[in-house]
């Protein structure tokens, strides 16, 4: 049995670097959507936002529960990504997409970029942008994390949380060691659980203190290096084989490296029986319309893995292509 690449992360030690180096001010939170709920209370007048086409269901939540009324710009696939914003705003959520570059377009209103995915670029945020918020927990094998460019203070999330995640991420790593299908299924359970914990609850809460640690001392660049490494290797054994969303050369540092398939569900199943879990980004929330959402799938480049899994990945990839 091979070893398995993506999905969640295991429990890993914590690292010995300086730490995520994030704009100041700021707060770290639970998640994204507690970063969006929390600069949206800086802004109570706003009544109308734009979110683009193409994103996370998730990220709409705070928006409607803050009482703002939600449209969507154009953010599609043409042979390059193409976004268009037509209509007038309170706010525009920009998002910068799996950490190539991506310019901010003009805009008369409240800016809130959206950095999740530009988090370890050498260039995460746009000057113009008014607020900052990002989710941490995408990059690092954390229980939770969200980042925010206010000042905050909230309450720790739930013991319940941490034990399920904790757990959940420590299942893993004996997973990885030993393949037990019965750990797998524990913690697939456990992941399970604290997910659903997740999603329920955001509102008005804290990182947690384990979580708080690790980002602090995060080696930064050895992960940075680390991304970009296999992404190349990526890029140099699909070439010419695949459509990647974004070229190599607008690469600063990926989170993922995402690519287009019009048999997606079919390869993305390929990959699974083969140990290998890359997600799509994103479920089709029903009220966003993008072409991208039936062809995207995120090539797994993180700093868990090296040349040999990148390898891996290449090969699997093009037995079905």
Partial sequence: MVREIGSEFHRMPIESGQGLIF???????????????????????????????????SMLVPFRAAGIAVNFYDVKWNDGLEVRIDDSADILLWCNYFGYRNELPEFDGIIVEDITHSLLSSSPS?????????????????????????????????????????????LKAEYLENLDERVKLEFLQMFGKSNHWLSEHYSGLSIDPWSNEYINHVDMKHQRETRRNNAKVLYDGLKGKIQFMFPIDDMDCPLFVPILLPRRDEIRAHLIKNEIYCPVHWPKPKDCVSNIYDLELSLICDQRYGIVDMERIVSTLKEVL
């Fill in 126 to 170: 746009h000057d113009r942008s008014d607020y900052l918020v990002a989710s941490v927990r995408k990059w690092e094998p954390i229980n939770c994390g969200g980042y925010c460019s206010v000042e905050f203070e909230g309450v720790e999330p739930s013991g319940e949380f941490v034990d399920f995640k904790t757990t959940a991420m420590k």
């Fill in 23 to 57: 704009p100041q001010p700021g707060s770290l939170v639970f998640s994204g959507r507690t970063a969006i709920e929390t600069v949206l209370k800086k802004m109570p007048e706003a009544q109308t936002a734009l979110l683009p086409s193409y994103c996370c269901d």
